[in-house]
């Protein structure tokens, strides 16, 4: 079972940045799928982006151009750069990972003040 640990959100103001991080307990490179999701209040979780062992990154319209994926092998962790954040960008974000099963982190509340 990989258990996964968010950290990094917090309070910015717009066109601010932040990075999340998502440590894992154990090796990602065997993971071929990891991403990250957010959910605001009232709202459905929705996918922001994906970035495969491979090598391959994707991202949601929304974020496209702002944010950047990156994994990091050498410390089980994955990252979400977040640049030029927008009030609408106000989530809890969640890291996942695909092996088999999904498994997910807790969550870390991202809040952007306009």
């Known amino acids: 079972q990989v258990q996964l640990v968010e950290s990094g959100g917090g309070l910015v103001q717009a066109g601010g940045s932040l990075r999340l991080s998502c440590a894992a307990s154990?090796?990602?490179?065997?993971?071929?799928?990891m991403g990250w999701y957010r959910q605001a209040p009232g709202k459905q979780r929705e996918w922001v982006a994906a970035?495969?062992?491979?090598?391959?990154?994707n991202y949601a319209d929304s974020v496209k151009g702002r944010f950047t994926i990156s994994r990091d092998n050498a410390v089980n962790t994955m990252y979400l750069q977040m640049n030029n954040l927008k009030p609408e960008d106000t989530a809890v974000y969640y890291c996942?990972?695909?092996?088999?099963?999904?498994?997910w982190g807790q969550g870390t509340q991202v809040t952007v003040s306009s």
């Open positions: 970035a495969t062992s491979g090598g391959s990154t």
């Open positions: 996942n990972a695909v092996r088999v099963f999904t498994y």
């Open positions: 154990e090796s990602i490179s065997s993971i071929n799928v």
